[in-house]
Each structure stands twice: as C-alpha cells, then as structure tokens.
C-alpha cells in the first residue's frame, strides 16, 4: 500500500510512475477528483492524484476535498505531499521561488470542511496543521537543488475562481500573509482530520495585483512560470518521498485522534459504515 501521496495543483496532472495502476475509488462523499494513480515514484510506492481532474475541469470551489482524503486514506496513505500554484504577497516571493508555509489563513466560503457532522461531533486542532518534518525535509531538498526557497510561511485561501481586487490584495498583505492560492484549505484540514500528515510547496507564479509598478496578473505569465515550477517541485518530491515514506511517527496522528468527542461506538450506525477508513486510522 502506498504510504504517501502527491496531490498535483495547477500543471501537474500527471507523474512518471513506474508500474502505474489507475485506482478508481468510490467513497460516501462522492467523486475523487480523479482516478487515483498508484506505482513506484522516487524509489517507493507511491499515489498520485490530480487535484483539478486530469484535464484540469475542476474550479477550487467544485474540488471534493474530503471524497479525496477519503479515498486517500482508504488506500492506505498516511503522509500527503500537496502541490500547489500560489501568488506571492511579499517582495521576497518572486515568481518562480517555493514556500514551504506552515500555516493557513481561510477566507473561503462555501466549502465542505469537515468528516464531523450527522450525529458526530468533533474539533481538529489547526494549531500547528502542516507536519514540521515533512516541510523540512521538502525545504532542505529544494535548498539542495539550489531552488530559491522560503521556510515556513503563512498561505491565505481565497474561493476563487477569480484572483483577488487589488483592494483584497491589499487587505491580505496588511494581514502579513505570504502567498494567496485557492486550493489548499479544507484539503489540509480533512487530511488532519483523516489522520494524515500533511505539507504543501507553494509555487509562486506570480505576484497577485498588489505590486503597483506590475502589471495584472496575466494567465499567460503565470502558466509560463508554473511549467518552470512544476518541475522544481517534482524533482523535489522524488528527492524526499522515500525519506518522507521511512520517517518516523510524527505527532501529527496523535493530534488527529483527540478530535473525536462523540466516541466511537457512539456513532450513528451510518457514519460508522461511511467514516470506516478513517476511524480504523483513529483506532490504530
């Protein structure tokens, strides 16, 4: 069983997988984003799902983020390596530098964020929501490949689909945040919540519209820079996954089975069945 997992943003829609099998997962919550893909990636057996479907046909609002971590979960991983696309909100991050953020402002408003509901009561600690030694074994990597890369960082959610005003650009740099994308909140929270580990690197494309001697932000700029970044962050990836794959046990999963209030045997017989991967994940 693969123990971790690539979650691919923007331009990563497909991994060199060796010994590739397409896994088609049905869950209670319906649809994963794709099929998932499972195989040999970096010298260890991985799973790879394209979190925008592989054509990319799915907005940031229309993700199922927790049929993802469902399906996830159910395979077996226990560590998520996150891509994503980000804009930059400081000087510093440039377009075509990484950040390694270790927390999440959430400024979306119409997404499902929780397995907890129905009869089943429950609250994660975000506190600390990205797992340290995941992010610092991604940060020394890309420092290794001599990667223009910042450690730590905080990541605000927008909805999307349409970039900030730069009013709202403006708002979230006076709130000191880092870089601004539209997909990694709830996925990081349903991944704590399913008792998986979780870190991101933010590929910066772009500057958002704050930066007044910029131009808008272009789609065209911004694809061109991705590609470049797509690459550093996969060859990132396959540095890390089989260090990442043997790590020890992080305190990540002891966070995630004190959420539960409503203890198990308590559960609705129903969100029993539906929560079966994660509460054996919980148990265990």
């Not at 074994?137 to 490949?145: C, I, M, P």
Request: glycine share 10%.
């Amino acid at each position: 069983m693969p123990k971790v997992a690539i979650i691919g943003g923007s331009g990563l829609y497909n991994l060199e997988i060796k010994d590739r099998k397409s896994v088609k997962v049905e869950t209670p919550y319906g649809d994963p984003s794709e099929e998932i893909v499972v195989g040999e990636f970096g010298g260890v057996e991985a799973a790879f799902l394209a979190r925008h479907g592989r054509y990319h046909t799915i907005t940031p609002g229309e993700i199922n983020f927790r049929a993802n971590a469902w399906a996830l979960v159910s395979l077996g991983v226990e560590r998520v390596i996150s891509i994503s696309a980000v804009g930059g909100m400081k000087e510093e991050n440039a377009p075509g530098v990484l950040v390694f953020p270790d927390n999440f402002i959430d400024n979306t408003r119409t997404r499902k964020k929780s397995f907890y509901h129905d009869g089943v009561v429950g609250h994660i600690s975000l506190a600390t929501p990205v797992c340290p030694e995941m992010r610092e074994h991604l940060y020394q990597a890309g420092k290794s490949r001599g990667c223009e890369v910042r450690n730590g960082g905080t990541y605000i959610c927008i909805e999307g689909p349409n970039f900030s005003t730069k009013a709202e650009s403006q708002v979230y740099r006076g709130w000191g945040v880092d870089v601004v994308g539209m997909t990694n909140v709830p996925e990081v929270n349903v991944c704590r919540e399913a008792g998986m580990c979780y870190a991101t690197i933010a590929c910066v494309t772009d500057y958002d519209c704050w930066r007044e001697e910029d131009e808008d932000v272009s789609i065209e700029d911004i694809l061109r820079t991705l590609r470049n970044n797509v690459e550093k962050a996969t060859n990132i990836v396959a540095d890390t996954i089989s260090k990442i794959a043997a790590a020890p046990k992080c305190k990540c999963l002891g966070i995630s089975k004190q959420a539960p209030l409503t203890p198990f045997d308590k559960f609705p017989e129903q969100r029993k069945k539906d929560l079966a991967p994660i509460i054996r994940r919980l148990k265990g």
